[in-house]
């Protein structure tokens, strides 16, 4: 019988004799490290008397660099997906306490010259946070009610990556934290930071240039998508939650390797208001109807929307006529996705909900 050492030997073997250029084909790994600072944008006039804040934290990456001769060709620029763990000290430790991210993230680096890359960031997850709101004992925190809540991260940066193991980077970075509605008070966190970073490869990093990569552009994508969603909104401090559901048609027209113009109609029932009005007594309808536009990053089979929309139809208006909101959506098996949304006022979460699309 064969030991466990030849076959060992012969996998490591039959390994070398593929070439350098299967080695290269591989994705590689990192680590990163990184320190925050910024300030606490005060949005509401419910949370200022909370006063300014400057807070900081620091994070960890791990990071898979994606193979550039697979995925190069899609976005013109080198991909990278990640999770990252951090922790952000949010400058009043007796109100908001510290917030503990955790979240994952895609990355494409963008090659300006030898070296230097331009960078985009967006992140989705969630962050324990230590200091909830309580009527008795922390009256002031209106901006999370729950020790768990949903985090999303914007960004963009600079980065500097030798073809070696080390590199550097430095990014403006917008974070969001908010339970979506489920439980009251909820004003959210919205905080900017800056943050340097440093990064570590376990193999030297390989770019090739432009010229040696297949650059002819892939189909564009003409999709139209149903997708059916859910949420859940509370509508005070109370812990119950009530169902928001509802059905969106959407468009989506791919007008460069990376971005696409997309646009929709959207109908959903809320629960939560429907008893708000019962409790009033008041006989309006808790249907609405909107519209929404805006533009969607396309990296394979994942999208990552960012829409304005417009109420066309409601009766009950407690907040603003618009709203943005922003999404991700994974296309995990033909032309099915998984995905989810938030729905923002301005700074203001109002729910977050989970999507299933057919797109066709």
Wanted: charged share 15%; hydrophobic share 40%; proline share 6%.
């Amino acid at each position: 019988m064969l030991s466990r050492g030849f076959w060992l030997r012969w996998a490591l073997c039959s390994l070398g004799s593929m070439g350098s250029d299967w080695l290269i084909a591989q994705s590689n790994d990192a680590f990163g490290l990184r320190a925050e600072t910024g300030f606490l944008i005060l949005h509401s006039e419910a949370i200022a008397p909370i006063g300014s804040a400057s807070p900081w934290g620091v994070g960890v990456d791990y990071i898979r660099e994606l193979d550039p001769d697979l995925h190069y060709p899609n976005c013109l620029c080198f991909p990278r997906i990640g999770f990252s763990l951090t922790y952000h000290h949010l400058d009043k430790p007796n109100i908001l306490g510290s917030s503990f991210p955790m979240y994952g993230f895609v990355e494409p680096h963008y090659r300006l010259s030898g070296p230097w890359f331009f960078h985009l960031r967006g992140g989705m997850g969630f962050a324990f946070q230590t200091t909830p709101y309580d009527a008795e004992t922390n009256p002031l925190n209106l901006s999370y009610s729950l020790y768990l809540n949903t985090f999303v991260q914007l960004g963009a940066g600079f980065s500097y990556r030798p073809e070696a193991h080390w590199s550097a980077s430095l990014s403006a970075i917008y974070n969001h934290s908010s339970n979506g509605g489920i439980q009251e008070p909820n004003k959210g966190l919205n905080y900017p930071t800056l943050a340097l970073g440093v990064e570590y490869s376990l193999r030297p990093r390989v770019f090739k240039s432009k010229t040696a990569l297949n650059t002819s552009p892939p189909t564009p994508k003409r999709l139209w998508t149903l997708e059916a969603f859910a949420a859940g909104k509370a509508i005070d401090e109370t812990r119950v939650t009530y169902a928001v559901y509802g059905l969106e048609g959407s468009y989506l027209h791919q007008f460069s390797r990376v971005s696409a113009w997309d646009a929709g109609l959207e109908l959903l029932r809320n629960a939560a208001y429907e008893q708000v009005l019962d409790n009033a007594g008041t006989p309006a309808n808790h249907f609405e109807a909107s519209v929404l536009a805006g533009h969607s990053f396309v990296m394979g089979r994942f999208t990552f929307s960012q829409q304005a929309g417009v109420y066309v139809y409601r009766d009950y208006a407690p907040t603003p006529d618009w709203f943005q909101r922003y999404g991700v959506n994974y296309y995990f098996w033909n032309n099915l996705s998984l995905g989810a949304n938030i729905r923002v006022h301005g700074h203001v979460a109002e729910f977050l909900d989970v999507r299933l699309g057919w797109g066709f």
